[in-house]
């Protein structure tokens, strides 16, 4: 752990070199409908620079130019299923068409076994299009994605393996908690228990080994594959194996909501709202509650801030005022419309025509990795967006 904290301190010292940001204030009003709107513009002109057989995967600011990955990368749904949102909105064809195209793209990695990320990949993309347009060929690309992801449950361990490593490692991370939507939506459609069952092993596992006695949770465990004990904790993508990653946080903030949505267990719930408290409770969670990378990342702060995890934080916190009552219903809503504004406001929210087409700017990928720092992602845009849809939702009911 020494040694690790030595190279994250080394890292931060590099990251010094793109500068410091100062965080302006957000307006004090949210237009939703301007804010699709100008997401829809932003993503057309992403699909004009957008390399013909690629997803986009994020922004070099100065070569100006889009990095993008094959189908097979962890974040290739995103794209997609951002489209399809922005178009359920605008009724823009032009979105609904460019989704659809992303999809033949995607088609063949409803076999792959690879992968803990096929809910990502598939569910954000494939079931945003079924829900929207439904077709009996997406029922199956979905089934079949699901059938892979179960070949990497383990009934020793009670997950799903998330990275392949060696023989005798068994690695599950916290973002693993977000692909077991893609299990719920089968057994809804297929009426086979047996996705749901591996789902809640998943959950309950994780709930039992992932968080400590604070409420934050650890990135990564491995376990031995034979006894599921646990062999050790995995700083993973955070500053250390002790510290609490703000996107590992949020994932588990939203996965754990979803969970209450689909089973209605109470512990789920109970769950959600002590890492929702832990995050908005936290010394070190800014004012404008758009968090630090890491919530104890040594140089706050001047640390940098994630917009993924803030768009993430207010998506999961909009739909969790809805399982809660009374001042805890209304203190997760305002926090999350308090983000939303924030992430709207000209600090995080991209110039028309600038960003590569992104959306968001100032989102962290992997500090420790040195990889995708201070750039925008495809995830940030989803969750964002999902966010302005639950916030129009909720606001006209």
């Known amino acids: 752990m020494k040694i690790r904290n030595k190279i994250s301190i080394v890292c931060l010292l590099i990251i010094s070199c793109f500068g410091c940001t100062s965080y ?3 307006n004090n009003e949210l237009t939703v409908s301007e804010m699709l709107k100008a997401s829809s513009s932003q993503y057309l002109f992403m699909k004009d620079k957008l390399e013909q057989g690629r997803f986009p995967k994020t922004y ?23 489209l399809f949102y922005l178009y359920e909105e605008t009724e823009n064809q032009e979105l609904f068409d460019e989704g659809l195209h992303m999809l033949t793209l995607l088609e063949k990695e409803q076999y792959n076994i690879e992968t803990h990320d096929i809910g990502f990949m598939m569910y954000c993309s494939y079931g945003n299009a079924n829900r929207i ?12 994605s699901a059938k892979s992801l179960i070949t990497r449950f383990n009934p020793n361990v009670g997950c799903i393996k998330s990275h392949n490593r060696g023989d005798n490692d068994f690695v599950v991370i916290v973002d693993n908690m977000m692909n077991l939507e ?24 994780t709930m039992k080994n992932h968080f400590r006695a604070d409420n ?15 062999n050790y904790y995995i700083g993973g993508q955070g500053f250390s194996e002790e510290s609490a990653w703000s ?13 209450y949505r689909f089973t209605k267990d109470r512990k789920y719930l109970d769950q959600a709202i002590k890492i929702a408290e832990f995050q908005l409770n936290h010394p070190n969670m800014p004012e404008d509650l758009i968090p630090y990378w890491d919530y104890n990342a040594p140089d706050i702060p001047n640390a940098l801030r994630d917009a993924s995890t803030g768009a993430i934080n207010c998506s999961g916190l909009l739909e969790l005022s809805q399982y809660t009552q009374g001042e805890q219903s209304r ?11 924030t992430l709207s406001s000209s600090q995080y929210t991209a110039p028309a025509n600038t960003n590569g087409g ?20 495809t995830y940030a845009d989803y969750y964002y967006v999902e966010a302005l849809k639950r916030y129009k939702e909720i606001k006209t009911r």
């Not at 347009?133 to 690309?141: E, G, H, L």
């Not at 299990?183 to 998943?202: C, G, P, Q, R």
């Not at 203190?331 to 504004?341: I, N, P």
């Open 182 to 205: 893609l299990l719920f939506w089968a057994t809804e459609f297929t009426k086979d228990s047996i996705y749901y069952n591996i789902a809640v092993s998943h959950a309950n596992t």
């Open 358 to 377: 992104f959306i968001l700017k100032h989102s962290v990928g992997n500090i420790p990795a040195m990889t995708e720092i201070d750039v925008p992602l």
């Open 247 to 259: 996107r590992g946080q949020a994932w588990g903030l939203y996965g754990y909501t979803m969970m």
């Open 331 to 341: 203190k997760y809503f305002e926090s999350a419309e308090k983000m939303l504004l």
């Open 133 to 144: 347009s439904p077709n009996p060929k997406y029922d199956t690309i979905l089934v079949n």
């Open 60 to 82: 070099n600011k100065f070569m100006d130019k889009l990095q993008t990955s094959p189908s097979d990368w962890w974040c290739s749904g995103f794209y997609p299923g951002t």
């Open 216 to 230: 934050s949770l650890y990135h990564g465990i491995n376990y031995n594959a034979e006894t599921g004990k646990v």
């Open 24 to 26: 302006e204030q957000p």
